[in-house]
Nanobody, 124 residues
Framework: QVQLVESGGGLVQPGDSLRLSCAVS????????MGWFRQAPGKEREFVAA??????YYGDSVKGRFTISRDNAKSTVDLQMNSLKPEDTARYFC???????????????????WGQGTQVTVSS
């Protein structure tokens, strides 16, 4: 079965960096768009970043600070997060979809497969 397993979350201070990783199995990784979303308590799931057909996409709140990358040989997708802010605190989820179109890339319900998430807390 398809599995997406996130790792790398933790407690960091404002201004710090953190790198999340998502290991994927059970699908032909190179054929899938990969994305990261986040969800804070009481809020809707928010688009963070995605990589699809060699192009990357970012949510406005993370542009210039976060970088998504994928390794098709390892079936992993990473999210490098720099200059972290308290408002970045959330549970971060990895997602995969094979037939996503660009216009829906930021819509959580359009993504087919999800991991369980990893918690990121930014606090002094």
């Amino acid at each position: 079965q398809v599995q997406l397993v996130e790792s790398g979350g933790g407690l960091v201070q404002p201004g710090d960096s953190l790198r999340l990783s998502c290991a994927v199995s059970g699908l032909t990784f190179r054929d899938y768009a990969m994305g990261w979303f986040r969800q804070a308590p009481g809020k809707e799931r928010e688009f963070v970043a995605a990589v699809r057909m060699g192009r990357t996409y970012y949510g406005d709140s993370v542009k210039g600070r976060f970088t998504i990358s994928r390794d098709n040989a390892k079936s992993t997708v990473d999210l490098q997060m720099n200059s972290l802010k308290p408002e970045d605190t959330a549970r971060y989820f990895c997602a995969a979809d094979r037939s996503l179109i660009v216009s829906t890339i930021a819509t959580a319900r359009q993504w087919n497969y999800w991991g369980q998430g990893t918690q990121v807390t930014v606090s002094s």
